[in-house]
């Protein structure tokens, strides 16, 4: 069977699941179970406040939604699995009793991931690409679902101390196509496949405007592509705006990257980003 959320589908193909991208980019809700994420609007650290926020995300458009129970802000800790684990199950077993839209689970921790996904969850997000923990990717393999591999350098408590590139594109999608390799070589189908720059995560400014230059050049390694920049710390560099401040920046942002091929964006603000999007479609198709 098959089942529509916005203008999206998850195609159930006997134990697998793919993401249809067919109807145009998809919008990504983030939903952060913790106390601590980098913006203070989107923490939801009670169930009940992160099932009404997904609720309104479903109301407002959103084609997918990402819940994470660990921060991974530029000095965050590493999380426990048990304290992970009491912050996202319970949340995505009461979106699953209301809706069917897709749900990934943003964690690098084959324990969190399996839950997730017995709980109900489809996609499997992990900011490691597979690398931190050596029981995720045949996780994802033998349930046969969509990973999203994102780069970053380093861990999040130490990434964005002086991270250098000499030529961050070129470096990222290599390694981006590294970890594509890596998850095939592991058994998980390369249609299932995602891939995500990792705006933020061990880069500098220019590295991240460089990325959104290029985007071309990671759609042309024949994966979707993810792109998560909403409110972060390289928009209030070039705005001089406090997180709370970053939404026209965020938006700008995300009218590029649709623009220039992007396949999901990951987004705060829903209802702002489905409305870019629709008017984008309106101005092609007109």
Known sequence: MDFQSGKQQVIFLGSERRLDFTAGPLVMGIINCTPDSFYPG????????????????????????????ESSRPGADYLDAEEELGRVIPVIEKIRERSDIPVSVDTRKARVAEAALDAGADIVNDISALKDDPDLAPLAAARRVPVILMHKKGVPKTMQENPEYSDPVREIAGELAGYAEAAMEAGILRENIIIDPGIGFGKRLQDNLAILRNLKTFSSLGYPVLLGASRKSFLGMVLGADVEDRLGGTLAVHAWAVIHG???????????????????SAIRSA
């Open 42 to 69: 989107s923490r939801r650290p009670g169930t009940e406040e992160a099932v009404a926020e997904a609720e309104r995300m479903i109301s407002f458009g959103a084609d997918i939604l990402d819940i994470g129970g």
């Open 262 to 280: 992007a396949d999901i964006l990951r987004v705060h603000d829903v209802r702002e980003t489905v409305e870019v999007i629709r008017v984008l």
